[in-house]
């Protein structure tokens, strides 16, 4: 276990701090979207997005800009500025579609519930 850490104090030759412990729980969450993503679509035996997907990309990738302006780094702040737009979007949809799903279920027509057209017919 003593080979974890070095003479200088680092773990895994790392030396952790705060931005250094945001930018790696960022890369985690980003990478738990797959995990997510696979195991969701396991369970049905179809592609499935969850969700959770869109919350762990979002949160992901707000960390990893986060860590990104920490180190004014141009080209990873601008690979992470924008991509939270296309996330929060998906998440609009996914609640509205849920809103409108417990509002008001879908009721299948049958043929004695469809409503017959009383005008009458065209020339008369």
Known sequence: MSGLFLADGS??????GIMKIIGW???LLF???FVIQWLA??????VVVPLA?????????????IYALSRRD???????????????RNLSFAHRERRLET????????????????????GR
């Open 11 to 16: 773990w895994l030759g790392v030396h952790w």
């Open 25 to 27: 729980a960022g890369n």
């Open 31 to 33: 990478f738990s979207r």
């Open 41 to 46: 679509s396991e369970r049905k035996k179809a």
């Open 53 to 65: 997907f869109w919350y762990c990309s979002l949160g992901g990738s707000l960390l990893l800009l």
């Open 74 to 88: 141009s080209v990873f702040v601008f690979a992470y500025l924008f991509t939270w737009i296309p996330y929060i």
């Open 103 to 122: 509002a008001a279920p879908v009721v299948p027509l049958t043929p004695s519930s469809k409503t017959e057209s009383t005008a009458p017919p065209a």
